[in-house]
């Protein structure tokens, strides 16, 4: 299991570059296009890129933080219960919401293929919508897979190995 965990925390590593590079790209971005304004010449597209690179830095964002245990939980009832329950309740819970977002990964790549066949575009800049969903489609599918990577830890932790 040492080495798909192994595997899984690549995986969120190289997405965590994605979204720092897109972050990055943000600042750059909106500062220059401040800058330009003052002189009349703002960025064409400037807005559409930023939030394409918003899209980018949330959607890879998602795996890093789940796999760091970052996201608010309320846990005021089940921390009453005995550990091997905790573990059995956090396992089974994973499963479902590994499901649920391997579920949301494969309907943004068919929504993907959809738009790809359409030949949707972007307003301003004519970029293709399909690149940026399958992105996103991407890093539901990592989060899906860290999900699941901490299910079957909690599930072997409740068995006690």
Known sequence: ?????????????????????????????????VIFR????????AVEIVSFMATIVLACAMPMTDHEHGHVGVDLFVRKFTPRVQAIYSGVGNLFAGTLFGLVCWQMVLYGNTVKQSGEVS??????????IYLVAVAFGVLSLVIFTDS???????AGK
């Open 38 to 45: 003052a002189f009349n010449r703002p960025i064409f597209g």
């Open 152 to 158: 079957v830890n909690y599930l072997k932790k409740a």
């Open 123 to 132: 307003m301003s800049l004519q970029f293709p919508d399909y690149i940026l």
């Open 1 to 33: 299991m040492q080495s798909w965990e192994k595997a899984v925390e690549q995986l969120i590593n190289l997405l965590k570059r994605v979204g720092g590079a897109a972050l990055v790209g943000m600042m750059v971005i909106t500062c220059v296009d």
